[in-house]
C-alpha cells in the first residue's frame, strides 16, 4: 500500500498533468501575442504568491527590514537567511519572465501590463479560505498544491525552436530547478499531519479543490487550448491510470 505522502502526490498528479498537458498544447501553437497574454498573467502570479505562505513579495520585503533588528536574538541567522533565500528566488522569476515579455512585446514593462485573470482571482479565494478556516490540513493541502507540482515549468524547460522559446526555456529551468522539490516538502510535512482516514479524505478533497483550479486558471492564461471536456475527461483517465498503477 502507497504511503500517506505518496497517496497524496498521487491524488494532486492527475491535475498537475492537466496543466503540463494545457502547457504542450499551448506552446505547440502559441503565436506572439499569445505569449504575451500569459506572461503578463504569470507576472502577476509572481508577485502576489500564495496569502497564508508568501503575502506577496512588497510585504514580505517589508517584513523582512522590521525584522532584521532581531536576527540573533529571537529569529536564528539560518532561519533568517533562508527567508532572503527565497525572496531573492521569487524576485529573480520575476526579472527573468519579466525580460521575455519585454523582449516579445518590444518595449518595456509597465504595471499596467500585469493582469490577474479571472480563474486565478478565483483560486487566490479558494486558497486563502483553505488557509483561514480549513485548520493545519486545510493550509497544507495548499501548501502541496502550490505550484502544481512545477508542471509549467517542466514543459518550458524543454521548449526549443523560435528566440522567444529559447529565452522561455532558459527562464523555466532555472524556476524549475529552484521549485522542483518544493511539492515533496510539503507532501512529507503534509503526511505527517495525517492522524486517520477522517484526516487523509479531508487533506484530498482540499488538495483537488484546489488543484482543479489550478487547471481553470491555467488553460485561461493559455488562451483555452483545452476544452472543458477534454480537461475532466483529461484528468479522469490520468486518475484511472494511478489508480491501476497503484
Do not use: C
Not at 503575502?55 to 532572503?84: S, W
Amino acid at each position: 500500500m502507497a504511503t500517506k505522502m505518496q497517496q497524496l502526490i498521487d491524488t494532486a498528479t492527475p491535475y498537475w498533468d492537466a496543466e503540463a498537458e494545457i502547457a504542450k498544447r499551448f506552446y505547440k501553437k502559441a503565436k506572439r501575442e499569445d505569449h504575451a497574454f500569459y506572461l503578463r498573467a504569470q507576472l502577476w502570479k509572481e508577485l502576489n504568491p500564495v496569502d497564508g505562505f508568501f503575502n506577496g513579495l512588497h510585504r514580505e520585503l517589508t517584513e523582512a527590514v522590521e525584522m532584521f533588528p532581531k536576527v540573533g536574538k529571537t529569529i536564528d541567522r539560518h532561519d533568517y537567511y533562508f527567508l532572503l533565500e527565497q525572496l531573492v528566488a521569487e524576485y529573480n522569476h520575476f526579472v527573468m519572465l519579466a525580460d521575455v515579455l519585454e523582449y516579445v512585446q518590444g518595449r518595456k514593462i509597465s504595471k499596467r501590463d500585469l493582469k490577474q485573470l479571472p480563474q486565478e482571482k478565483k483560486l487566490g479565494d479558494i486558497r486563502r479560505n483553505y488557509v483561514k478556516t480549513g485548520g493545519a490540513i486545510g493550509k497544507a493541502a495548499v501548501g502541496i498544491t502550490e505550484g502544481g507540482g512545477t508542471a509549467l515549468f517542466r514543459v518550458g524547460k524543454n521548449l526549443k525552436g523560435s528566440r522567444i522559446n529559447q529565452m522561455t526555456a532558459k527562464v523555466m529551468k532555472v524556476i524549475w530547478e529552484d521549485e522542483k522539490d518544493h511539492y515533496m516538502v510539503q507532501a512529507d510535512i503534509a503526511a505527517k499531519m495525517i492522524k486517520n482516514k477522517a484526516d487523509m479524505k479531508k487533506m484530498q478533497e482540499a488538495m483537488v479543490d484546489v488543484s482543479l483550479q489550478r487547471v481553470w486558471m491555467r488553460n485561461e492564461m493559455f488562451l483555452n487550448p483545452m476544452t472543458t471536456d477534454e480537461v475532466e475527461s483529461y484528468i479522469a483517465r490520468r486518475t484511472r491510470a494511478i489508480a491501476n498503477r497503484s
